[in-house]
């Protein structure tokens, strides 16, 4: 059974920074792209980043680039999202994804990918 787990999530103040992380188990995820989205209370859940495993390809969401790094260690089967400069519009829960299917490509749609994690509050004070 797949299974994400997320964690790092909390309160910080505005300009300051957290690092997330997402454990995955009962697959092995190096030839997987991996994803972290968001929503905020009211809000749909919106794609901020996404790892590929060929070249640890990267791609952002332009809300987050300069601000927002993701990557992964595969010996562990984790991916990171180092999140710099927060701004209080990046309040929301932070979820991380992995698809069913492997593959290199960069999915942005929230459709690409199949399993989830709980997901992990971050609140970004003024």
């Known amino acids: 059974q797949v299974q994400l787990v997320e964690s790092g999530g909390g309160l910080v103040q ?9 454990a995955a188990s009962g697959r092995t995820f190096s030839r997987y792209t991996m994803g972290w989205f968001r ?8 794609f901020v980043a996404a790892i590929s495993w060929i070249c640890y390809s990267t791609v ?36 991380c994804a992995a698809p069913k299917n ?9 459709d690409e990918y199949d399993y989830w994690g709980q997901g992990t509050q971050v609140t970004v004070s003024s």
């Open 39 to 46: 929503q905020a209370p009211g809000e749909e859940r919106e």
């Open 14 to 22: 505005a300009g300051g920074s957290l690092r997330l992380s997402c």
């Open 102 to 110: 492997p593959s290199p490509r960069l999915w942005r749609s929230i």
């Open 60 to 95: 952002y969401a332009d809300f987050v680039k300069g601000r927002f790094t993701i990557s992964r260690d595969n010996a562990k089967n984790t991916v990171y999202l180092q999140m710099n400069s927060l701004k209080p519009e990046d309040t929301a829960v932070y979820y």
